[in-house]
T-cell receptor, first 114, second 112 residues
Framework: DVKVTQSSRYLVKRTGEKVFLECVQD?????MFWYRQDPGLGLRLIYF???????EKGDIPEGYSVSREKKERFSLILESASTNQTSMYLC?????????????FGPGTRLTVL | SQQGEEDPQALSIQEGENATMNCSYK?????LQWYRQNSGRGLVHLIL?????REKHSGRLRVTLDTSKKSSSLLITASRAADTASYFC????????????FGKGTTLSVSS
């Protein structure tokens, strides 16, 4: 069964902390994505990766970085967390181009920055 | 942003009724996808409709696409309480289709 897992369902961090959100997929997908979801704003694309060590900026990359050292793992990094990064973070993966193929989503990480 | 826009933002119906949600987008697309999100969970893919298709069915779901109006609709027939969720349309970020852009979603409540 297809699976995308995220390291935490809930996370509470302090302002200024470095935060790592991990995502792992077991489907050998080339493409992986990070979104944040906020009430009234829907899903917004932060970064995506189409291959190991490759990354592309989405709509809202500011304040975030990503790492993809292995095909199955895509990490989202908040270098210095701020309160406006409190949000639900969703990871997804797809086989082939996302525009032509189904995306599989993880359960999400609800991050609170105090 | 090329984000799609769903309409209405919220919809409340009774079990057994049909629910229709609309999506408008701004740019030319290769295809359009619909996803469902149950409360506090990840999204689940429902259906993909290609730009050369006008209508597609999957179980109780019917999706239409009108590329001349840059719009799509999702119809759920004979709704059930379990259909209560948020529904999102997604279009491509660019012509290469490297990533999807999601709309803000329609929240559907089905009461028994």
């Amino acid at each position: 069964d297809v699976k995308v897992t995220q390291s935490s369902r809930y996370l509470v961090k302090r302002t200024g902390e470095k935060v790592f959100l991990e995502c792992v997929q077991d489907m050998d997908h080339e493409n992986m994505f990070w979104y944040r979801q906020d009430p009234g704003l829907g899903l917004r694309l932060i970064y995506f990766s189409y291959d190991v060590k490759m990354k592309e900026k989405g709509d809202i990359p500011e304040g975030y970085s990503v790492s993809r050292e292995k095909k199955e793992r895509f990490s989202l990094i908040l270098e210095s967390a701020s309160t406006n990064q409190t949000s639900m973070y969703l990871c997804a993966s797809s086989f082939g181009l996302a525009g032509f193929n189904e995306q599989f989503f993880g359960p999400g990480t609800r991050l609170t920055v105090l | 942003s090329q984000q799609g826009e769903e309409d209405p933002q919220a919809l409340s119906i009774q079990e057994g009724e049909n629910a229709t949600m609309n999506c408008s987008y701004k740019t030319s697309i290769n295809n359009l996808q619909w996803y469902r999100q149950n409360s506090g969970r990840g999204l689940v893919h429902l259906i993909l409709i290609r730009s050369n298709e006008r209508e597609k069915h999957s179980g109780r779901l019917r999706v239409t696409l009108d590329t001349s109006k840059k719009s799509s609709s999702l119809l759920i027939t004979a709704s059930r309480a379990a259909d209560t969720a948020s529904y999102f349309c997604a279009t491509v970020l660019d012509q290469a289709g490297t990533a999807l852009i999601f709309g803000k979603g329609t929240t559907l409540s089905v009461s028994s």
